[in-house]
């Protein structure tokens, strides 16, 4: 990276650290720097060579924060705000409910000095880019703020990207799409992968992505993410609805669904009941195209997926271990997956590697195809990347040198060329294919499937650091509080 570009990352960084100080959070000041920067960059493309007629309203514009101190600007500022809020377009959707975090004025006008400083419009998208994951990052680290679930490690989703291989013109959605991580790892792969001609160019920037946010701060933040790598118009937006995508089919269908949907298992919505007081209602979403009636966010999001698709359509989706062993609603998913699609691999993820602690993930690949009376997965390949694999956040963090050999099994350029790397000789091998026969035949048609010995439970020489052994433990009483509650909520319900 240039070094101009290095030290204005620096710049950005060491203001987060004088504002932390003050008790703003990253979150926070993440919110603010987007407010201004977009301010910033919409009164740079105003102006030549650019010229652009662009609907920021000129008694709130960039111009009319930089001449104001003290108590009038900050005045001014929560004006600005309130103002634009009400705007069309993206601009409306960037400041949607927009609220002041920088309660001292003073440093609201250093935030706006150092952002004047630079010409944004001119700085390259993979600088501008850099500067805003890197926050949304640090953000995710900061575990008070709870943004950690809406932000997927950036190695697992380049990995699950390079599996898939997004191809130009084609559409590619997220119904849960947090911060756009996916979307941007899907961009970078076009743009790195294929020389496009105009017309290609012109497809990826406005109308490749699609996705859903129902978090407006998340939302925000996704939309200007997205902007800053030069997908969308500051005119025309991004196309991130604020919409539940579980609610309905919108009738849409894409090529590609690349997704990680929310953690915890129940679907709910948060009331007040005729007492005053707030209660937790499960949401259950009837929907014809449904092949389960259930609860459970994590299977209405795959049989969502599953209706997104275009029959010749590829989807790559996280889900929890539930997903894959939950009998009732979730048998019935498994086998109309195993049926309807290609089922055809799982990467069993290891502990230690998302934000939001106690989570133990899968990704599972599928190709939707066309109506047919046989299943069209005729055999199921699984990676077991988790057993005797530790991760941890800071110390030993998930790099996508590590995710390497389960690409190089996978065979992207080919998947249908595999070779497995377990066999009877080699127990060990973490690639294994198992028939679509030996899978129907499993107690609840459970994909949890696992053959590795854990060495952990047969050598105490092999026990993990101490500190990846505190972060389980964490992890399953986190699992079981979870579980308590659930039982707490229903036992509530049945005594009402």
Not at 44 to 63: A, H, M, T
Not at 267 to 277: C, D, I, R, W
Not at 314 to 320: F, I
Not at 410 to 417: F, W
Request: charged letters at 25%; aromatic letters at 12%.
């Amino acid at each position: 990276m240039p070094e101009n570009s290095s030290a204005i990352i620096s710049k950005v960084w060491s203001f987060a650290t004088v504002l932390r100080d003050d008790g703003v959070s990253y979150g926070d000041y993440l919110e603010q720097l987007t407010y201004l920067l977009f301010l910033k960059m919409a009164d740079e493309y105003s102006k030549p060579p650019y010229n652009r007629n662009l609907p920021v309203p000129p008694e709130y514009n960039w111009e009319s924060l930089r001449t104001k101190r003290g108590a009038e600007l900050e005045t001014h500022y929560n004006r600005t705000l309130e103002i634009l809020g009400q705007q069309k377009g993206l601009l409306g959707q960037i400041f949607t409910r927009a609220q002041n975090k920088i309660q001292d004025p003073a440093k609201l006008y250093r935030l706006i000095d150092m952002i004047d400083r630079e010409k944004w419009a001119l700085m390259g998208a993979d600088v501008k880019g850099a500067i805003y994951e890197g926050l949304l990052e640090k953000n995710a680290e900061d575990t008070k703020s709870g943004a950690g679930q809406y932000f997927t490690p950036r190695p697992l989703i380049r990995a699950m990207v390079e599996c898939i291989r997004p191809e130009p013109m084609k559409t590619i959605a997220d119904p849960a799409c947090g911060t756009g991580g996916f979307f941007l790892a899907a961009y970078d792969f076009i743009v790195n992968n294929y020389s496009l001609d105009r017309e290609q160019k012109e497809f990826l920037k406005n109308k490749t992505f699609y996705g859903n946010e129902i978090v407006a701060n998340t939302r925000r933040l996704a939309l200007m993410n997205m902007f800053l790598h030069n997908i969308g118009d500051i005119e025309e937006g991004v196309p991130i609805s604020p919409t539940d995508a579980l609610v309905a089919d919108t009738g849409e269908r894409y090529d590609y669904v690349l997704t990680n949907p929310p953690f915890g298992k129940k679907s709910s919505m948060t009331f007040t009941n005729e007492e005053g007081k707030q209660e937790k209602e499960e949401l259950v979403y009837n929907r014809q195209d449904f092949w389960a009636t259930t609860s459970n966010k994590q299977l209405n999001f795959v049989q969502h997926i599953y209706t997104m698709l275009k029959t010749t359509g590829k989807a790559a989706v996280v889900v929890p271990d539930n997903v894959l062993f939950e009998g009732g609603a979730g048998e019935v998913v498994r086998k109309k997956l195993l049926q309807n699609t290609d089922l055809h691999t799982i990467l069993r993820l290891p502990t230690g590697i998302f934000y939001k602690p106690g989570v133990k993930a899968n990704v599972i690949f599928f190709d939707n195809r066309p109506a047919s009376k046989e299943p069209w997965t005729k055999e199921v390949w699984i990676y077991d990347f988790r057993t005797n694999v530790h991760f941890t956040l800071k110390k030993n963090p998930l790099k996508f040198e590590d995710l390497q050999d389960f690409i190089r099994c996978y065979n992207p350029e080919n998947r249908h060329e595999r070779k497995e790397t377990w066999s009877p000789d080699n127990p060990d091998g973490r690639w294994r294919k198992f028939t679509y026969e030996e899978i129907i035949a499993r107690d609840k048609t459970s994909l949890d499937i696992f053959w590795i010995k854990d060495k952990s439970l047969a050598d105490l020489e092999n026990l993990p650091d101490p500190d990846v052994l505190v972060e389980e433990i964490v992890e399953n009483l986190e699992n079981a509080l979870e579980s308590f509650q659930e039982m707490l909520h229903i036992l509530n319900n049945k005594n009402t």
